[in-house]
């Protein structure tokens, strides 16, 4: 066995490639980002031909920063942008159409359609999901209805579709495997939750064929092996594999009923793990599979805030009051509080509790006095306030109540929008060494696969803790910020 573990995290912007070893140290990492697509407002699109493409150079640009030869790897992992969907030929494994990506909107009117026929609860009840333009299987019924080519190459066996993870394991392997993990499937709207399977039914409400899908398979086996590829040698199994959120779950080492983790990302995303429980939300979060090992599977609650970090990127990019997204916390800390400006991000529409995909964005509360700082602050609290909201629904819905949280993602760096959070919540926020826990988590379940690491204690003991923020807000402001956020969501 080789000394060493290959997780690939291909998420909305970048792909990257981290090595680890057995203490969890990382060895090498390489990362490429990707031009996102935008055909029309509202329209999310991915070059998957490209998104392969930089996979492959942050594995060769990893493997590099290692120092290691590329037959030194163990086992393989694969996390992934989760709602994410590709079409490609089973030939030549090249793309049939533009990867249409989780922000997309464009199937609005048909989730709008299939909730007029009185479905919304059929699809819920099976899936733990709601009808949201969010997940794919909505993505191909768009597909399949507005482009009939398509729709017959499906029909003759000359199509293939999938999620991210599908995509990348279907060119690891040379075409060899066509698999999907209970993760990533169970963000779909086509697989049941309770049996783990396809469900029938439901693909026939979608026009999506069941034979055009990947197996479903638990997330740590080995899938299959490499073979042909540039970066890597033939013989390496692939044996991990997750949604981003899951993995981070797994990579945060929240193995008990309740641990609850929030990732920091383009978007905000919060998984409380239920056990074995299927819990059914009042507050309109979703029920996911969160990992299937060795027969037993454990679920989830979610709750998705579609902007996190993707509000900090338009304060650099649309508004240019900062540089570089790393300068927000000083530019916010500038400013002693918001004073009443209120920023609601609803550019991609608002996800739970509300899922309004008509919601659009706003300022509001703003006087002579605003600054900049002002605003930049306003961005920060409407990242924790969205979080607040989600923690609330999830503590309703599992009679659970939260202890701490553990976060991750690239804005964890940031200590005020720590302490901001822990201030709006009210609770611990624990930050661990390693931030990257999405791709953590991948290699955790790869080194599972094949016995490279043995059981969930060893993972256990391999997490560590950075730093600890505690809520130290005032009580009047808290409430004035709770209060402005609501009103303003109203508005958006």
């Not at 409430?479 to 958006?492: D, F, G, S």
Request: charged share 20%.
């Amino acid at each position: 066995m080789g000394s060493y573990i290959l997780a690939i995290d291909q998420g909305t912007t970048s792909s990257r490639a981290i090595i680890v070893d057995r203490k969890l140290n990382v060895k090498g990492t390489g990362q490429k980002e990707f031009p996102q697509i935008f055909p029309k407002p509202g329209w999310v699109e991915h070059d998957a031909r490209t998104i392969w493409a930089t996979v492959e150079r942050s594995i060769a640009a990893a493997l590099k920063d290692a120092s290691i030869r590329p037959s030194e790897i163990a086992g393989i992992g694969i996390t992934n942008q989760r709602e994410t969907v590709v079409l490609w030929d089973p030939r030549t494994a090249l793309p049939l159409h533009n990867a249409v990506v989780w922000q997309c909107r464009r199937s609005a009117a048909i989730c709008e359609r299939l909730k007029g026929l009185g479905l919304e609860s059929k699809f819920s009840a099976r899936t733990g999901l709601l009808l949201d333009p969010y997940f794919s299987g909505t993505k191909l019924s768009w597909l399949f209805e507005n482009i009939p080519a398509l729709k017959q190459k499906a029909k003759t066996g000359n199509l293939k579709a999938g999620t991210i993870d599908s995509y990348l394991v279907y060119r690891l392997t040379g075409g060899a495997a066509h698999v999907t993990d209970a993760s990533n499937a169970s963000r779909t709207l086509l697989f049941d939750l309770n049996k783990l399977v396809w469900d029938a039914e439901l693909a026939d409400i979608l026009g999506v064929p069941l034979s055009i899908l990947p197996v479903a398979r638990s997330n740590s086996e080995i899938y299959g092996e490499t073979k042909g590829l540039g970066c890597l040698p033939d013989g390496i199994p692939v044996s991990g594999m997750a949604g981003d959120q899951q993995a981070a779950l797994f990579g945060q080492a929240c193995f008990n009923e309740g641990d609850v983790k929030c990732t920091y990302g383009t978007g905000s995303f919060i998984l409380m793990n239920t056990g074995g429980r299927v819990v059914r939300s009042k507050n309109r979060l979703l029920t996911t599979v969160a990992w299937r090992l060795k027969g037993k599977t454990t679920y989830a609650l979610e709750g998705s805030a579609f902007i996190a970090g993707a509000a900090v990127q338009w304060l650099r990019d649309g508004l240019k009051i900062i540089k570089n997204s790393g300068e927000i916390e000083t530019l916010a800390g500038q400013a002693g509080s918001s004073e009443g400006v209120t920023l609601v991000p609803a550019f991609a529409g608002l996800g739970a509790p509300h899922w309004r995909s008509g919601a659009r964005g706003l300022i509001c509360g703003i006087t002579r006095g605003t600054t900049s700082a002002h605003i930049a602050r306003a961005a920060l609290e409407a990242i924790a306030l969205q979080n607040y909201e989600l923690i609330k629904a999830m503590e309703a819905d599992s009679g659970l109540k939260l202890k701490q949280l553990r976060v991750d993602g690239g804005a964890c760096v940031n200590d005020l929008l720590m302490s901001i959070q822990a201030g709006v919540m009210d609770k611990t926020i624990v930050r661990p060494r390693l931030i990257e826990t999405t791709a953590i988590g991948a290699a955790f379940l790869a080194g599972l696969g094949i016995g490279y690491w043995q059981d969930l204690r060893e993972i256990s003991n391999a997490w560590k803790e950075d730093r600890r923020f505690t809520g130290k807000m005032d009580h009047l402001l808290r409430r004035e910020l709770i209060k402005n956020w609501e009103q303003a969501v109203a508005k958006a």
